[in-house]
């Protein structure tokens, strides 16, 4: 499971999914929840946003997922609020960390408008918290830079490199035809030291390894907005809002939703 713990974001990617109106999860209801997954046999969840550093209380809720449940803890960061005080009150909550880094030096910079020294020095703390991976939106700009990429991973200690071809927003168009043939060249022909990973929409037609091949869809992964509604993705624009039924009530309501809705398309 995945949880945008809020919207709020200190930095304006135009390619960023996250809706834009502000909402932010309360503590006791995002552990209420972490403990109903937990009992359900969920693996683990990933903490995102918006930047999730930003919630007031994303240790709190770190430290709490960690010590009373059994799930595995991540989170996904623009890395720049990595200062060394947060990242040692973080140690020993988080098994795995990911950073966003689209592109290197001045593509990074224009595409995040955020100097990429100090992305490199966020890199720095993550390292010392947990083991981590980089993600990168793939699009026109990013994708020539992917060899640029993987050595930076591998430089700076990453364990896995996440690939997320660029989805539709408001702002941007999804990743084009020109662009998805050069990423699948691309992973064909990789050699590079570091895992590399794909989001399950966009898997097709690259050679993946899946630990999990009976779980897909909903089986396999969901996501709770900063709004407490629960979607198939970060992307999907269906939902059903949690209530005090829980979890695995709503699961159960937006499978039937998604259910209904594929038949009404066949």
């Known amino acids: 499971m995945s949880i945008a713990l809020t919207n709020v974001c200190d930095l304006h990617c135009a390619y960023c999914y996250a809706p834009k109106h502000k909402a932010s999860l309360h503590t006791d209801q995002i552990l209420g929840w972490l403990k109903e997954l937990d009992t359900e046999g969920c693996l683990g969840v990933g903490f995102g946003g918006g930047e999730p550093t930003l919630h007031p209380d994303f240790v709190d809720v770190c430290k709490r997922a960690a010590a009373e449940t059994e799930l595995a803890v991540t989170f996904t960061t623009h890395g720049h609020r990595l200062a060394p005080q947060l990242v040692e009150r973080l140690k020993g909550s988080i098994h ?66 996440l690939l997320l071809p660029q989805q539709a927003t408001a702002a941007v168009a999804s990743m084009d035809e020109v662009v998805g043939r050069a990423l699948q060249g691309w992973v064909s022909n990789y050699r590079g030291k570091v895992r590399l990973a794909i989001s399950e929409m966009d898997a097709a037609g690259l050679p993946t390894c899946d630990p999990f091949p009976d779980e897909r869809g909903l089986r396999a992964y969901a996501h709770i907005d900063a709004s407490g509604m629960l979607r198939a993705s970060s992307y999907s624009p269906a939902g059903t809002k949690i209530g005090d039924a829980g979890v695995l009530s709503a699961l159960k309501r937006l499978k039937a939703t998604l259910e209904t809705s594929e038949e009404a398309q066949s």
């Open 96 to 161: 795995f960390a990911r950073i966003s880094v689209d592109g290197v030096g001045c593509t990074y910079e224009e595409q995040r408008g955020k100097q990429f020294a100090s992305l490199l020095r966020g890199m720095d703390s993550i390292a010392t918290l947990s083991p981590f991976g980089i993600n990168v939106v793939v699009n026109e700009r990013t994708v020539s830079e992917l060899d640029a990429m993987s050595e930076l991973a591998q430089k700076v200690g990453a364990s896995e490199l």
